[in-house]
């Protein structure tokens, strides 16, 4: 049974950097043939594609995030990790791992982490 | 503003059928056969239940359906239940992103 589960500050200050971290159980990163990723909810809102990552290391990320994401994998722990920078209160979301077949197809998610952004 | 438009609310009584709409462009929904849709129950991940248009997850009743027409989509869902009352999102592949609709709120009367 694939599980993802997300980790991190669940408080973070305007201009920071974000770092949140997906662990994956059931499945191995290093040989799926599944796209790995992040999307996000800002409360009472829509959900917003941040990006992928495919275990060849090619990295596929919003136009409007782009300059302030990152995408990586830690295969030996079998994680992958979100950065992202120059944080505002714009970016106070739950933010959610998940797995994907491609074409965004999101068939796997983990539960969420609330992620906001204030001093 | 949403990329991908759906209407904010639909109902239905039980056992009725409801359809969702997701109006694109020629450079996602019309112009690729990924489109996916999720249910999202309140404080909730959201679930896949129709992927690359029309196919369902293993697990997902055969009541929800997926259709597509030009650059617009549609989610069908027959027999409509109690625990069908959630926000749908649809979603579509476009060259180097995915694109997501504002959502749908679905009330079962």
């Known amino acids: 049974q694939l599980q993802l589960q997300e980790s991190g500050p669940g408080l973070v200050k305007p201009s920071e950097t974000l770092s949140l971290t997906c662990t994956v159980s059931g499945d191995s990163i290093s040989t799926s043939t599944y796209y790995w990723g992040w999307i996000r909810q800002p409360p009472g809102k829509g959900l917003e594609w941040i990006g992928t990552i495919f275990n060849t290391g090619s990295t596929y990320y919003s136009p409007s995030l782009k300059s302030r994401v990152t995408i990586s994998i830690d295969m030996s722990k079998n994680q992958f990790s979100l950065t992202l920078s120059s944080l505002t209160a714009a970016d106070t979301a739950v933010y959610y791992c998940?797995?994907?077949?491609?074409?965004?197809?999101?068939?796997?998610w983990g539960q969420g982490i609330l992620v906001t952004v204030s001093s | 503003q949403s990329a991908l438009t759906q209407p904010p609310s639909a109902s239905g009584s039980p056992g009725q059928s409801v359809t969702i709409s997701c109006t694109g462009s020629s450079n996602d929904v019309g112009g690729y056969n990924y489109v996916s849709w999720y249910q999202q129950h309140p404080g909730k991940p959201p679930k896949l239940v129709i992927y690359?248009?029309?196919k369902r997850p293993s697990g997902v009743p055969d009541r929800f359906s997926g259709s597509k027409s030009g650059n617009t989509a549609s989610l069908t869902v027959s027999g409509l239940q109690a625990e069908d009352e959630a926000d749908y999102y649809c979603s579509s592949f476009a060259v180097g992103k995915i694109i997501f609709g504002g959502g749908t709120k679905l009330t079962v009367l």
């Open positions: 690359e248009v029309n």
């Open positions: 998940m797995r994907e077949k491609g074409g965004g197809s999101s068939f796997n």
